[in-house]
């Protein structure tokens, strides 16, 4: 095999290397549903064409219309959204990016210095170790957890391969002195602010590229002519973006405290190696979390620095330190700190320069002392164990947070098939607390919620069909922090307004509530979106009733209407329609099952519709149809007893049939054969 065959063979393993990286970490999010500012988003690229995309923000805060051209193009070609392709994008790109920091690195650094020959050779021998090490420090960058399975943070994603192919072209055109490759780093730099504002960095990075090269005499004068050539892509875009109003954030800078703590944030991601045990100082020992991020980033500059100016480093090596910084400013700066926090996403840019600095602070250890020496081989061991530690720890950071998106996307995808199952019956939807974000309880970093959000409570619920399905649906989110259950290992936040009954038993509409079925919540199985019955006007002829229902003094009065016990294997489904004459005070629902023996077999107590509606808060002459679940281990010989009991007391409310004569145990027997 000759070299040039066997040097594409070594970049073509290296980019499989980088994808399989990526699927084995995202993979999971090419079966995500949109979420999010998804909801923003798409709604905007189906009113707009790729006209008005590129001259309007249409009320948006921020003006990127080349992630807005993408989803367009790919909502024509699939004729709908399609949750598949465009995660497919962010994971291709994302991949690609890894790739673009390992070439950048052989170019950038080499161990034969940093001039850049007019031949090309070959760096894959060289230093195949930087290659592989850059790559994947930045796919297993931990912050990334948010950018990559989130549709709506392609941007992040898009412009941080822009600024890499800017700066390739660039690396090229300095290699091989060929114009065309200056041109094509001209396209990408002026391409790069169309898809996040972070593009304009592009001009101080490739000055930054000849700054830093040692083998470069008159680097001043080179990197100010580079300077001015490569500002002239952002006189098209600055004005365009100054012509367009967006929504207001607020003034142009924020607070010192605002950017000091911002700060510390992008401080904790560019020390990640130490600032790992960030939340066991702060949350198990009680350090302060800007006090922990000090002293844990404090730890890593001084080590990162003290290692680069011991060791035979280059001029190169502040190559990083400044791409952290530049790419760190303009979050610092303009945004405010409850917004950087709850976005990590912003780190994306920022990585690739902390995926340089420690590589190149591990490279460096790990090569001290004379070849083959104790020492050599000592610090290539510890370089070793603490870069296995430190991508563990990153893998294990990562692959948590997946877990979160697989649970809440899993639950969306719950949601949609439950609305349009309802709507096509002619009832709206009304789903009871369902997450609209889960975090962990145990954090990893000082700084940061280190969760996912999937439902902005900006956003209108019926916004969920139309992003998914293409069509309007009837859907309303409601919390009831009464049954909400208190799960082991997360926080969660709980979707929509507390319930105003009244207006959703205006018209028929069906209820769903979310069942956490562990506490624990490890996998997407643990959260289900389960049908507990339908409200609004469901009868208005006059209809008998199977019992009533009153308490000893008589000063509340319920009817059963119907009852229903359906057979399934390994569980009885029992649905009650319920009229209130008059709402009783505290009063809940009982149900048994029993065997031929008259022997419990199972139960199920609770308020209606999975505990979220309580009988004194019906409306006068409400219906309501009851359904819920009681497992049991055999279906045979069973029957149903059902009635109401005082919540504070335990007492049964007194029951009596059709003919007012009392009910044994004051409870109504139901059977098999009583169903329709």
């Not at 066991?280 to 020992?285: D, G, K, N, S």
């Not at 006090?291 to 990083?320: C, M, N, W």
């Not at 649905?575 to 008059?582: A, E, G, I, K, Q």
């Not at 023996?597 to 009851?626: C, E, K, M, R």
Request: proline residues 5%; aromatic residues 14%.
């Amino acid at each position: 095999m000759d070299e040039k065959a066997k040097q594409f063979l070594n970049w073509l393993l290296f980019a499989a290397f980088c994808a399989m990286a990526t699927l084995l970490l995202y993979g999971a999010a090419l079966e995500l549903p949109f979420f999010f500012d998804d909801f923003v988003h798409y709604p905007f690229v189906e009113n707009n064409n790729l006209f008005r995309i590129w001259l309007s923000t249409n009320d948006l805060a921020y003006y990127r219309p080349l992630n807005f051209t993408i989803w367009r193009i790919t909502y024509k070609l699939f004729q709908g959204h399609n949750p598949f392709v465009d995660h497919g994008i962010n994971l291709f790109l994302f991949a690609v990016n890894g790739f673009l920091v390992g070439w950048l690195a052989s170019r950038l650094w080499s161990l034969r210095g940093d001039r850049f020959p007019v031949v090309a050779r070959n760096e894959f021998d060289d230093d195949v170790w930087r290659i592989y090490l850059s790559a994947t420090l930045f796919l297993l960058f931990p912050f990334s957890y948010q950018a990559v399975p989130w549709v709506g943070s392609l941007s992040h994603i898009l412009v941080t391969t822009l600024i890499l192919l800017a700066l390739l072209c660039y690396v090229q055109m300095r290699r091989t002195r060929m114009r065309l490759w200056g041109m094509a780093s001209l396209f990408f730099t002026f391409l790069a602010p169309f898809a996040h504002e972070n593009g304009v960095l592009v001009m101080p990075f490739v000055v930054l590229v000849d700054l830093t090269n040692p083998g470069l005499s008159h680097r001043w004068r080179q990197a100010a002519r580079t300077a001015v050539i490569w500002t002239l892509p952002l006189l098209v875009y600055i004005p365009i973006w100054l012509s367009l109003p967006r929504l207001d954030n607020g003034g142009l800078f924020g607070s010192l405290e605002g950017m000091l703590q911002n700060s510390a944030y992008f401080l904790q991601g560019a020390t990640y190696p130490f600032s790992g045990i960030g939340g066991w100082l702060h949350y198990i020992r009680g350090v302060g979390d800007m006090t922990a991020v000090a002293i844990l980033s404090g730890v890593g500059l001084v080590v990162a620095f003290l290692i680069q100016v011991t060791h035979p480093a280059t001029l190169r090596s502040l190559f990083s330190w400044f791409w952290i910084l530049l790419a760190s400013l303009p979050a610092i700066l303009f945004l405010v700190f409850d917004y950087v926090i709850n976005g990590p996403r912003l780190l994306m840019v920022a990585s690739v320069g902390m995926a340089w600095l420690w590589t190149d602070v591990i490279l460096l250890f790990s090569r001290g002392g004379k070849q083959g020496s104790i020492e050599r081989l000592t610090r290539a061991a510890i370089a070793g164990l603490f870069t296995l530690l430190l991508l563990a720890q990153n893998a294990n950071f990562v692959s948590r947070r997946m877990t979160m998106h697989e649970i809440l996307g899993d639950g969306f995808k719950q949601v949609v098939a439950a609305t349009a199952e309802a709507n096509e019956a002619r009832f709206e939807a009304v789903v009871v607390n369902f997450p609209s974000w889960l975090a962990p309880k145990d954090h990893t970093y000082a700084l940061g919620h280190e969760g996912v959000l999937f439902w902005p409570d900006y956003v209108p619920p019926e916004t969920l069909m139309v992003v998914h399905t293409g069509e309007v649906g009837d859907l309303n989110f409601i919390k009831v922090d009464g049954i909400r259950p208190d799960l082991e290992n997360y926080h969660y936040g709980l979707t929509g307004p507390n319930p105003d009954w009244s207006m959703l038993s205006a018209v028929p509409s069906k209820v769903f509530t979310t069942e956490y079925e562990s506490t624990i919540l490890t996998t997407a199985e643990g959260l289900e979106v389960v049908p507990v019955g339908t409200v609004g006007v469901l009868r208005t002829e006059e209809h008998d009733y199977l019992a009533t229902f009153e308490d000893p003094d008589r000063s509340s009065r319920l009817q059963l209407i119907d009852a229903r016990v359906t057979l399934e294997e390994g569980f009885l489904r029992v649905d009650t329609l319920w009229h209130v004459v008059d709402a009783p005070p505290d009063t809940t629902l009982f149900v048994h099952a029993v065997d031929a023996a008259g022997n419990l077999i199972g139960q199920t107590d609770g308020d209606p519709l999975g505990g979220s509606y309580p009988f004194n808060q019906w409306q006068g002459n409400n219906h309501v149809w009851d359904s819920r679940i009681i497992e049991v281990q055999d279906t045979t010989d069973l029957n149903v007893r059902l009635g109401l009991y005082d919540r504070l007391s335990g007492v049964r409310l007194k029951a009596a049939g059709p003919d007012g004569q009392p009910l044994e145990d004051d409870a109504v027997p139901v059977t098999t054969s009583d169903n329709p």
